[in-house]
């Protein structure tokens, strides 16, 4: 089992920028690719980026391309979602996952999720 902690979400104008965190615990957090998520009220989940093992490949969602950047730290366990130029589309409650699998921009890929973390972006 992988434990997912994520953090840093809030209230934040456009323009504005969040740093969010998730915090693994359980297996070996350097065998999981990372990736967050999120999800708009009335909306399904949507792949927004995610990281491989050792963090040496990034893949982005087209929307938040050059806005957000992904990063992890293997020694402690914790991957970080930067995100800025924030925009009111942006607001979602993001979540963290961890896969063993490949195709990370899939949903269904990734065994352990976290609880979500809620970012709103105000106009």
């Known amino acids: 089992q992988v434990q997912l902690v994520p953090s840093g979400g809030g209230l934040v104008q456009a323009g504005g920028s969040l740093r969010l965190s998730c915090a693994a615990s359980?297996?070996?957090?350097?065998?999981?690719?990372m990736g967050w998520f999120r999800q708009a009220p009335g909306k399904e989940r949507e792949f927004v980026t995610a990281?491989?093992?050792?963090?040496?490949?990034?893949y982005y969602a087209d929307s938040v391309r050059g806005r957000f950047t992904i990063s992890r730290d293997n020694a402690k366990n914790t991957a970080y979602l930067q995100m800025n130029s924030l925009k009111p589309e942006d607001t979602a409650v993001y979540h963290c996952?961890?896969?063993?699998?490949?195709?990370?921009?899939?949903?269904?890929?990734?065994?352990?999720w976290g609880q979500g973390t809620p970012v709103t972006v105000s106009s």
């Open positions: 996952g961890a896969s063993s699998r490949g195709n990370l921009g899939v949903l269904q890929n990734y065994e352990y």
């Open positions: 359980g297996r070996t957090f350097s065998n999981y690719a």
């Open positions: 990281i491989s093992r050792a963090g040496g490949n990034t």
